[in-house]
């Protein structure tokens, strides 16, 4: 149980961590499609 505390679960976080996008790539993102003005697909206008 120690080495699955101490030392796995670090790991496997590290490594999952890889696969995710930094929340201001997400946040630059969607003030991007608010600063365009996007709609929902059929919207209707």
Do not use: Q
């Amino acid at each position: 149980a120690l080495v699955l505390t101490l030392f796995l679960t670090p790991v496997l976080y590290d490594l999952l961590a890889g696969f995710s996008k930094p929340r201001s790539m997400i946040e630059r993102a969607l003030e991007r499609e608010l600063a365009e003005g996007a709609s929902p697909p059929g919207a209707v206008e």
